[in-house]
T-cell receptor, first 115, second 113 residues
Framework: EAGVTQSPRYAVLQEGQAVSFWCDPISGHDTLYWYQQPRDQGPQLLVYFRDEAVIDNSQLPSDRFSAVRPKGTNSTLKIQSAKQGDTATYLC?????????????FGEGSKLTVL | GDSVTQTEGQVTVSESKSLIINCTYSATSIGYPNLFWYVRYPGEGLQLLLKVITAGQKGSSRGFEATYNKEATSFHLQKASVQESDSAVYYCALRNSNNRIFFGDGTQLVVKP
């Protein structure tokens, strides 16, 4: 079974530029999470989907961040007008709600540096 | 609100010695939370180490164990004899009734040979 795939693995931007991160979850997983992990901190939830619906985006900085999962499979997280404070690793995770035990399966992350 | 606290940013232990990594939590959902330990080995992604869904139960994996103590709101990770290969970053996490999963800031375990 293929794991969660994320791309790109690394991105370096100047402030004000935009970037998109892509996530391909494990096949059959209906729930997908995006986390932001600043250096030396734990992952912090940005948004999560069940199928194509946003279930919780209360922690997503909506003025510059957006996330979609149009067909309930792959997902894209976009940052408009990046700031230095956005420097972090962006983690995607997936799970299956049916028989859910709470385990998340993580990708390797996309490391963003904003200069 | 719901949160997880790991007080030690780094723990250094000599090989074959015992280990405890502290985790306490705050949760508001009745009947929850579910508790987890995740681990990131060098060069790898975050992965589940162990989980406990019910208060009072103990989970174990790879020689590690943790007991869900609802009275103390704790979920400390322990191992009787660590190995160099256990060197990694360990994250305590909780799941609440809204299916949100909160992580602590992680504890870097360094095992000295």
């Amino acid at each position: 079974e293929a794991g969660v795939t994320q791309s790109p693995r690394y991105a370096v931007l100047q402030e004000g530029q935009a970037v998109s991160f892509w996530c391909d979850p494990i096949s059959g997983h209906d729930t997908l999470y995006w986390y932001q992990q600043p250096r030396d901190q734990g992952p912090q939830l940005l948004v999560y989907f069940r199928d194509e619906a946003v279930i919780d985006n209360s922690q997503l900085p909506s003025d510059r961040f957006s996330a979609v999962r149009p067909k309930g499979t792959n997902s894209t997280l976009k940052i408009q007008s990046a700031k230095q404070g956005d420097t972090a690793t962006y983690l995607c995770a997936s799970s299956r709600l049916g028989g859910y035990t709470g385990q998340l399966y993580f990708g390797e992350g996309s490391k963003l540096t904003v200069l | 609100g719901d949160s997880v606290t790991q007080t030690e940013g780094q723990v250094t232990v000599s090989e074959s010695k015992s280990l405890i990594i502290n985790c306490t939590y705050s949760a508001t959902s009745i009947g929850y939370p579910n508790l987890f330990w995740y681990v990131r080995y060098p060069g790898e992604g975050l992965q589940l180490l162990l989980k406990v869904i019910t208060a009072g139960q103990k989970g174990s994996s790879r020689g590690f164990e943790a007991t869900y103590n609802k009275e103390a709101t704790s979920f400390h990770l322990q191992k009787a004899s660590v190995q160099e290969s256990d060197s990694a970053v360990y994250y305590c996490a909780l799941r609440n009734s809204n299916n949100r999963i909160f992580f602590g800031d992680g504890t870097q375990l360094v095992v000295k040979p």
